[in-house]
């Protein structure tokens, strides 16, 4: 006979691998739906389900003819049918001794045969059983048993390929994580040696390009980290350039304001979000004075962008679509373009520094 320690050590075992599998309190399947009607056609008996035995309940993964999600662990025949390796096989429960104080055997329900398969993992553990149920006595068809034995196999099958699919997207995502962690290092590596290339190189325009780009890679950087961070289809996108900017003002030793109205945008579209308000951040820190106001408004069609600086403001001949615009405008206009929106540059209201917008439809 097994001592309480080990006895209690196996099922703290068992209740791991129940975790581990993570099926409980999962929306029905139609692939475990069709073996439970299966086997109640094979048995030719009224009641097939699939359970799982929690810690303090039995939950039904599948339940054919069964009006109830779930049923207290003690006193359960499932609960016992886990304990061995072997069916548990019960035809007529009214004599059966292992059962004749079962609630389901004493009380309405009136259950009177039960044969139930453990669902045994791989490594020994049985998380549940696959069971049929009468309201009749009857005999043990051995032959039936077996493909009971064999639609259990089917089940655990299935629940080995629904673990590897969760550990397969786990690892993914780690992957995908350690990926955006080297990424940014690289940008940030990269900034830093364009940054000392800068100052070996003196005075000039070739220094002043090359601390023109370290400061872009620096940027982008901080962008890469904001939108990887985000894992929800639709997030809020006042919070995303809220937590931008405060990057970016550290990076670019400005103060920048951030308010918005509150709304989500599709995630996929925050690249493109992120990185429009990098250039024209960079560009209010460059050609601008004062402090840098980014604003993200929404109406009932649209979503509006605007980025406001101090300074003087552009010349009333500027558009920011000529073929004479600088880079940073050209990637600015492509990434609008990505958003099927547009960009329009003017002055701030009382005439006192610049304004650039970018609108674009709201929804995917």
Same mark, same amino acid.
């Given at each position: 006979?097994?001592?309480?320690?080990?006895?209690?050590?196996?099922?703290?075992?068992?209740?791991?691998?129940?975790?581990?599998?993570?099926?409980? %309190?999962?929306?029905?399947?139609?692939?475990? @739906?069709?073996?439970?009607?299966?086997?109640?056609?094979?048995?030719?008996?009224?009641?097939?389900?699939?359970?799982?035995?929690? +810690?303090?309940?039995?939950?039904?993964?599948?339940?054919?003819? $069964?009006?109830?999600?779930?049923?207290?662990?003690?006193?359960?025949?499932?609960?016992?049918?886990?304990?061995? =390796?072997?069916?548990?096989?019960?035809?007529?429960?009214?004599? %059966?001794?292992?059962?004749?104080?079962?609630?389901?055997?004493?009380?309405?329900?009136?259950?009177?045969?039960?044969?139930?398969?453990?669902?045994?993992?791989?490594?020994?553990?049985?998380?549940?059983?696959?069971?049929?149920? @009468?309201?009749?006595?009857?005999?043990?068809?051995?032959?039936?048993?077996?493909?009971?034995?064999?639609?259990?196999?089917?089940?655990?099958?299935?629940?080995?390929?629904?673990?590897?699919?969760? &550990?397969?997207?786990?690892?993914?995502?780690?992957?995908?994580?350690?990926?955006?962690?080297?990424?940014?290092?690289?940008? &940030?590596?990269?900034?830093?040696?364009?940054?000392?290339?800068?100052?070996?190189?003196?005075?000039? %325009?070739?220094?002043?390009?090359?601390?023109?780009?370290? /400061?872009?890679?620096?940027?982008?950087?901080?962008?890469?980290?904001?939108?990887?961070?985000?894992?929800?289809?639709?997030?809020?996108?006042?919070?995303?350039?809220?937590?931008?900017?405060?990057?970016?003002? *550290?990076?670019?030793?400005?103060?920048?304001?951030?308010?918005? =109205?509150?709304?989500?945008?599709?995630? /996929? *579209?925050? &690249?493109?979000?992120? $990185?429009?308000?990098?250039?024209?951040?960079? /560009?209010?820190?460059?050609?601008?004075? #004062?402090?840098?106001?980014?604003?993200?408004?929404?109406?009932?069609?649209?979503?509006?962008?605007?980025?406001?600086?101090?300074?003087?403001?552009?010349? +009333?001949?500027? =558009?920011?679509?000529?073929?004479?615009?600088?880079?940073?405008?050209?990637?600015?206009?492509?990434?609008?373009?990505?958003?099927?929106?547009?960009? *329009?540059?003017?002055?701030?209201?009382?005439?006192?520094?610049?304004?650039?917008?970018?609108?674009?439809?709201? #929804?995917?």
């Amino acid at each position: 006979m097994q001592s309480p320690d080990i006895s209690e050590s196996r099922e703290d075992q068992r209740r791991a691998a129940v975790r581990r599998y993570d099926i409980l %309190d999962t929306p029905p399947d139609g692939a475990f @739906d069709r073996i439970t009607a299966l086997a109640a056609r094979r048995f030719n008996v009224p009641i097939s389900v699939i359970s799982i035995v929690d +810690e303090d309940r039995i939950w039904f993964k599948s339940r054919h003819g $069964l009006p109830v999600e779930q049923i207290d662990r003690e006193p359960g025949l499932c609960a016992s049918a886990i304990m061995g =390796d072997v069916p548990y096989l019960v035809e007529d429960a009214r004599t %059966d001794p292992r059962s004749l104080a079962n609630p389901l055997v004493a009380g309405e329900f009136g259950l009177r045969f039960y044969a139930a398969v453990p669902l045994t993992t791989s490594d020994g553990h049985s998380l549940g059983t696959l069971c049929v149920i @009468d309201k009749e006595p009857r005999s043990i068809d051995h032959r039936k048993v077996e493909d009971l034995k064999d639609l259990a196999s089917i089940v655990m099958d299935q629940l080995e390929l629904r673990l590897s699919s969760i &550990q397969a997207i786990e690892r993914a995502n780690l992957l995908a994580k350690e990926i955006d962690h080297r990424v940014k290092n690289n940008l &940030q590596f990269v900034s830093g040696l364009l940054k000392m290339q800068s100052r070996s190189a003196g005075i000039g %325009d070739g220094a002043n390009h090359l601390l023109s780009a370290a /400061n872009r890679v620096a940027s982008v950087a901080q962008v890469h980290r904001h939108f990887y961070s985000e894992a929800e289809a639709e997030v809020s996108c006042a919070d995303f350039l809220r937590r931008l900017c405060e990057d970016l003002g *550290s990076l670019l030793e400005r103060e920048i304001t951030v308010v918005g =109205d509150e709304g989500h945008v599709p995630s /996929n *579209s925050l &690249q493109a979000i992120g $990185l429009i308000t990098n250039e024209l951040v960079t /560009n209010a820190a460059k050609h601008g004075r #004062g402090k840098i106001d980014v604003s993200f408004r929404i109406s009932d069609s649209a979503n509006r962008l605007i980025v406001c600086d101090e300074g003087q403001g552009p010349p +009333e001949s500027f =558009d920011p679509y000529a073929a004479t615009a600088g880079l940073g405008m050209r990637v600015i206009t492509s990434l609008a373009s990505q958003l099927h929106g547009t960009l *329009s540059a003017g002055t701030r209201d009382g005439g006192d520094g610049a304004c650039f917008v970018v609108e674009f439809p709201r #929804g995917p």
